[in-house]
């Protein structure tokens, strides 16, 4: 089976090619174009350099969210028009999720933290394995709030912190945690689209069409949250 995996979700535009549990291609991009610029063309890069034509995509995947608004719809649109082109199925993947596969520390809590701006963080628990094993649902909320509980889900473990909310947020991180907090190096702190194609795998009994894969969002975006203030001033 040959799996495109796509993800836009945050910082990082990512792209792997998986073949029968094997990694055949892995490709991301940090750079200042954006993700609509730097997709395609990383697409036709990752099918190529796996020797992988697009007719032989047996499977899509793409990052659903939480993330970015804008960055989760390019990924879901590009993989959405290419499954309906191909008629193939695709299958929907958790960011959060998706950092803790990238992660296999065997005495730590993984704790995936997204930087969801607003002062609030996206935020999961998990176990390390494949699939991860969720602890704490996704969830939106101040990073005290998130910390506390993954606190009392932890146990006597390490909290293990990845993701694109680490840097803005250590130093808080710290102060709650103190020395059971982990921090990867950072080559293991970005979501790896190999990570994406191989829960794709897992997951491939749950794939869906074209129409029915849509991004997925733990709050309204920024626009609505405005309009509905306003309208609740007005009121």
Known sequence: MNILAVDTSGPVAGVAVV????????????????????????????????GVAV?????????????????????????????????????????????????CLADALICPIQDARAGQVYAAAFLPGMPPQRLLPDMAEKLPVFLERALE???????????????????????????????PPAHMRYLRPASVGLLAQVYQAQSVDYLTLMPKYLRAPQAERERARKLGAQA
């Not at 889900?153 to 947020?169: H, I, M, S, T, Y």
């Open 19 to 50: 073949r029968d549990g094997e990694i055949a291609y892995e490709g991301a991009a940090v750079n200042r174009l954006t993700h609509s610029v730097n997709l395609m063309p990383m697409i036709e890069e990752a099918l190529n350099r796996a």
């Open 55 to 103: 007719s032989n995509v047996d499977l899509y995947a793409a990052v659903t969210g939480p993330g970015s608004f804008t960055g989760v719809r390019i990924g879901v649109s590009a993989v959405k028009g290419m499954a309906h082109g191909a008629d193939k199925p695709c299958v929907g993947v958790d960011a959060l999720e998706a950092l803790a596969a990238g992660l």
């Open 153 to 183: 889900a932890a146990g006597e473990r390490r909290l293990c912190c990845v993701g694109d909310g680490v840097k803005p947020f250590r130093a808080a991180i710290e102060r709650a945690l103190g020395e059971r907090a982990v921090f």
